[in-house]
C-alpha cells in the first residue's frame, strides 16, 4: 500500500521559513516524479513543484527564487524548502507521488498523480 505523509507545516511569520517533508512508504520513488501542490480553500489546487527522477525539476513562478527541492532517495522522501513566506503562501501543501514519465507540461496536473498525502498547513502571518 502506498502512503505520502506530510510535516514540516506551521505557522511562522512573514519573511519566514519551512521545510516541508514527505515520506513515501509503498512505493520506489527513485525514478518517479514527485510534486508538491497547494490548496486553499475557494481555490483550484495549485502545483508549487515537482521534481522526477531524472532531476527534470519545475517551480511556480509565485515560488520560483524562493523554494528548493531536495530528494533524500534513501530515506525515500522529498523536501520543499521555502524561503521569505508571504501570506499568499497560505496554503494546505500536499504531496503527490506518480510515475516517471510525466511530461512537463503535465507536472502541475493533479491527475497526473495517483497517490497522494493529506497535507500539511502552512500558515504565514504578516
Known amino acids: 500500500q502506498v502512503q505520502l505523509e506530510e510535516s514540516g507545516g506551521g505557522s511562522v511569520q512573514s519573511g519566514g521559513s519551512l521545510r516541508l517533508s514527505c515520506a513515501v512508504s509503498?512505493?520506489?520513488?527513485?525514478?518517479?516524479?514527485m510534486a508538491w501542490f497547494r490548496q486553499i480553500p475557494g481555490k483550484e489546487l495549485e502545483g508549487v513543484a515537482a521534481?522526477?527522477?531524472?532531476?527534470?525539476?519545475r517551480y511556480a513562478d509565485s515560488v520560483a527564487g524562493r523554494s528548493t527541492l531536495s530528494r533524500d532517495n534513501a530515506k525515500n522522501t522529498l523536501y520543499l524548502q521555502m524561503n521569505n513566506l508571504k501570506s499568499d503562501d497560505t496554503a494546505m501543501y500536499l504531496c503527490?507521488?506518480?510515475?516517471?514519465?510525466?511530461?512537463?507540461?503535465?507536472?502541475?496536473?493533479?491527475?497526473?498523480?495517483?497517490?497522494w498525502g493529506q497535507g500539511t498547513q502552512v500558515t504565514v502571518s504578516s
Open positions: 521534481r522526477c527522477g531524472d532531476d527534470r525539476e
Open positions: 509503498g512505493y520506489n520513488g527513485d525514478r518517479a516524479c
Open positions: 503527490a507521488a506518480g510515475g516517471a514519465g510525466i511530461l512537463w507540461g503535465s507536472l502541475f496536473r493533479p491527475n497526473a498523480y495517483p497517490y
